[in-house]
């Protein structure tokens, strides 16, 4: 077992390497962003444009051997967009399906709080359930199909906030943030336009899926449960808080933990690992009376 964790930790640090060849300075971010797709997860990134998130989705879907799809979110995106649509062959004299761009292995949402929540449910469902429904007939994703959405911090006019229940499907909220003053300066003086074609394949999906299967198998004690879970339910009880953590959020929370504990080597969860992952797992997830909190 240990042989195994040390194995898929050598090879989660390659994968990290590889990465921040693309987008430099930001490993903490790019861990987590691996821990969401080992723990079989979806990432929201409320970031500014420009930081580099469409970069970081290409360079992820290349180390990990994957397919790629961007859908840039608009007001009149319909469902049938992402999913697909049915068209009539007049050859066959039969209707054939026409995959949308979530037949893919890493899905970029950009702007997903621009598009109409009828869109956005239809996303999101597909997410939750890892197969889209079109025309009464049901069509499985990826095995390690990954949603990366994002959404400008600041609201504008025409755009759509997820409800919470949305929300809650996404298991981390994450932010790139602007570079350093000296990684910044360093993209300046180098060139980066051809990093992605020097990108080497460092996972398959088989890789993968055996890493999946470690990250299940990484133990939780019960007094570390127990502790996960009294700090779920102080989100439930707090003066503050309208909406604390559900308990989809709380069986998310313990499998981001482990996959956690997995990318540092371990094969058991510790109580550090939690308050670790509290920040992005718990953020989205709260509804506050006073919504000037939530940004606290």
């Known amino acids: 077992m240990e042989a195994k964790i040390e194995e898929s930790k050598q090879k989660i640090d390659q994968l990290i390497q590889e990465l921040e060849k693309a987008v430099i300075g ?38 990990v051997q994957g397919t790629f799809s961007r859908v840039q979110c608009t007001p009149d995106l319909l469902p049938s967009d992402i999913l697909g649509f049915s068209v009539y062959n007049s050859q066959t004299k039969e209707f ?36 889209a429904t079109i025309d009464n007939n049901t069509y499985p994703l990826d095995n390690h199909f990954f949603v990366l ?77 127990s502790y996960a879970l009294q700090l779920v339910s102080a989100t439930r009880t707090h003066s503050a808080i309208q909406l604390g953590i559900s308990p989809r959020g709380s069986l998310a929370f313990i499998q981001a933990a482990k996959a956690y504990a997995l990318i540092h080597g371990r094969n058991y969860v510790t109580p550090k690992d939690l308050q670790d992952l509290v920040p992005f797992v718990f953020s989205h997830r709260l509804i506050f009376y006073d919504r000037s909190l939530k940004e606290d």
Do not use: W
């Open 149 to 225: 959405a994002t959404q400008n911090p600041i609201e504008y006019e025409g755009t759509y906030p997820l409800p919470e229940a949305q929300l809650d499907r996404f298991l981390f909220r994450l932010q790139i943030g602007y570079p350093s003053f000296d990684d910044e300066l360093l993209l300046l003086l180098d060139k980066f336009e051809k990093v992605l074609d020097n990108l080497k394949v460092v996972l398959n999906s088989h890789e993968i899926e055996e890493i999946k299967t470690s990250v299940a198998n990484v133990f939780v004690r019960p007094e570390v449960a």
């Open 96 to 131: 054939e399906f026409r995959p949308g761009p979530i037949f893919t292995t890493i899905l970029l949402a950009d702007e997903i709080n621009r598009t109409t929540p009828r869109t956005q449910s239809a996303l999101l469902e597909a997410m939750a359930e890892n197969h």
């Open 26 to 63: 930001k490993r903490s971010t790019i861990q987590l962003m691996i821990v969401a797709l080992l723990a079989g997860g979806h990432v929201l990134f409320e970031d500014i444009p420009g930081v580099g998130k469409t970069l970081l989705v290409k360079a992820l879907a290349k180390a």
